[in-house]
């Protein structure tokens, strides 16, 4: 039901199709701002075919947070991405190889720049208050990190492969 887009020509909203830009991002939320009529040309935005959340509103797109790219681009920047991870949708950390992460084709991203903790893993939607989810669950234990040897560390040094939290992990 939840998409992003980003082209480069101007899109008039089909019926049934909801149209939001993020206008901020703060607390573990990002608040999205829903509009009606027509996507400017080269203006990022998230989609819905569900029932509209929040009002519709004349926005000023130079408010707008997201990002995007026409064709498939190497982001050398740390970024979330619109994921749906155990049930939950919203904005995820992209995951980096070689300190870059790739945003596909048309596709709208959250730049980490455009938010206040940079270090979150994630963002849930916030309509002045409201998002419909009843209880996001973000687990800040530490788990258990072992070398490829079995040996216990405490913390990731060095690049290497790892095993944290009964998975392997790769750390460039």
């Known amino acids: 039901e939840w998409s992003t887009s980003y082209l480069p020509y101007h899109v008039e909203l089909p019926e049934g199709v909801n149209a939001y830009i993020v206008t901020a991002a703060a ?20 989609l819905n075919n569900g029932e509209p959340k929040g009002e ?10 997201l990002k995007g790219t026409t064709v498939d681009t190497y982001i050398d920047e740390e970024a979330y991405v619109l994921s749906k991870v155990d049930g939950v ?3 995820y950390k992209a995951e980096m190889t070689d300190g870059v992460w790739l945003n596909n084709a048309n596709k709208a991203y959250l730049p980490a720049s455009a938010v206040l903790n940079k270090s979150a893993a994630f963002y849930g939607f916030d309509w002045d208050g409201t998002t419909g989810i009843e209880k996001v ?23 290497g492969i790892y095993i944290v939290g009964g998975k392997k992990v790769l750390v460039k």
Do not use: M, Q
Request: glycine share 8%.
């Open 27 to 46: 607390s573990g939320y990002v608040t999205l701002t829903r509009f009606e009529g027509t996507i400017p040309a080269n203006t990022a935005v998230i």
């Open 89 to 91: 949708i919203g904005f």
């Open 137 to 159: 669950e973000i687990r800040n234990e530490k788990s258990e990190i072992y070398d490829l040897t079995g040996r216990r560390i405490e913390a990731i040094t060095v690049p």
């Open 56 to 65: 519709a509103v004349d926005v000023d797109f130079s408010t707008n947070l």
